[in-house]
């Protein structure tokens, strides 16, 4: 295979294992994730989540 066509397996499988990692969390914290990889602002996903702004900021300080 071509170096392109490599790297694309090589990203799909990484994707693959970062989906299956996310799907194993608990529900709250899989859509925090979720919706921060979907560009949400950090108010948006505190009003969609029904959480106060501070857990969302204090998830992604924590690096998740």
Known sequence: PSHNQSQN???KELLDCLYQAIHQ???VDRSLILLHLDE???QEIAQILDLHIHRILRFIE???
């Open 25 to 27: 969390l608990n529900k």
């Open 62 to 64: 924590l690096g998740f």
């Open 40 to 42: 949400a602002s950090y």
């Open 9 to 11: 397996l090589e990203n």
